[in-house]
């Protein structure tokens, strides 16, 4: 299994960019003339993207950068700290749009309806435009997912704001914009925990999910003069690369050249059945150390 790094449209980013700020000025006015916590919710939902989109493609850029005497590992971390922080500031917005929503329940407050219906809709079209420039990229890249969240949940949300607004000019319900505002909330903090949880594990370095570690050790086990792989360590440095240290030891005192070529073929196999793209064994024979299958 090969892993590729799909590369990002910085142009599709940077007009998803500019569309989000067309949409989150007009849902701001719109919110204060009309006095909809749903729409402010959506606008602030908006800017959020807004901000979302420009750290994406700031650290994309960040991560393209080489690798230097400085830092070994290169930039492409940037991306997942970019996610992190991004899937975190969704989580903020949303017990604030929370905390606002149970005040306007309390004291539901009259709302111009077709500021917010018309403003709801153009949401939904602005939206669903950046949604379609980022789609292709959405799913190698968990830097652009976290803005592809983003919109996703602006779409939802709009639709939501026009509902909402149809009940308003129809029914005068106008406790419906803050309750509509909590179920925004509520669907803000439920699609960033994943992400969060995601990379997290990246940057803890926890090994991937996808990886069994026990089964690396038995079809390490299975090739020809190989005893075992101990003290292993597996992790990732960012989404699409898996990186795996480990000691192996080898059943005979062989050459160097030969134990090169064995490492050489352990690493094949790794690659092609676990999809690590870094390997890094440290060869041995007789060696009285310990045989804990994870490193310590």
């Not at 492409?76 to 749009?97: D, K």
């Not at 150390?289 to 994870?294: F, G, R």
Request: net charge negative.
């Amino acid at each position: 299994m090969n892993v590729h790094h799909h590369p990002v449209s910085r142009r599709n980013l940077a007009l998803a960019v500019v569309l989000n700020i067309v949409i989150t000025a007009a849902q701001l006015v719109g919110g204060v003339i009309s006095g909809s916590l749903a729409l402010l919710s959506d606008a602030l939902h908006n800017f959020s993207d807004v901000m979302s989109l420009l750290i994406s493609w700031f650290a994309n850029r960040i991560a393209t950068r080489e690798a230097d005497a400085k830092s070994t590992f290169g930039y492409r971390r940037a991306e997942i700290l970019a996610a992190l922080f991004n899937a975190s500031a969704l989580v903020g917005i949303g017990i604030y749009i929370v905390y606002e929503a149970i005040g306007r329940m309390m004291h539901p407050e009259s709302i111009d309806s077709l500021w917010v219906i018309w403003l709801g809709v153009l949401g939904v079209l602005v939206n669903g435009g950046s949604i379609w420039l980022l789609h292709a990229d959405a799913r190698g890249n968990v830097n652009i997912k976290a803005a592809y969240l983003h919109l996703l949940g602006d779409v939802l949300t709009s639709v939501a704001v026009v509902v909402g607004g149809v009940l308003i000019h129809f029914w005068q319900i106008f406790w419906i914009d803050p309750l509509i505002s909590i179920g925004i909330a509520i669907y803000l903090v439920y699609a960033s925990a994943g992400l969060i949880r995601e990379t997290v594990g990246v940057l803890m370095q926890f090994a991937p999910e996808t990886v069994d570690i026990g089964r690396i050790a038995e079809e390490v086990r299975r090739v020809h003069g190989i005893e075992n792989i101990h003290h292993i360590h597996l992790w990732r440095l960012g989404e699409h690369e898996i990186f795996l240290e480990a000691h192996v030891d080898f059943s005979s005192n062989i050459r160097l050249k030969e134990a090169t070529q064995k490492i050489a073929e352990i690493e094949k196999l790794l690659n092609e059945r676990f999809g690590i793209t870094h390997v890094t064994l440290q060869p041995e024979y007789r060696r009285d150390d310990s045989k804990s299958l994870i490193g310590g």
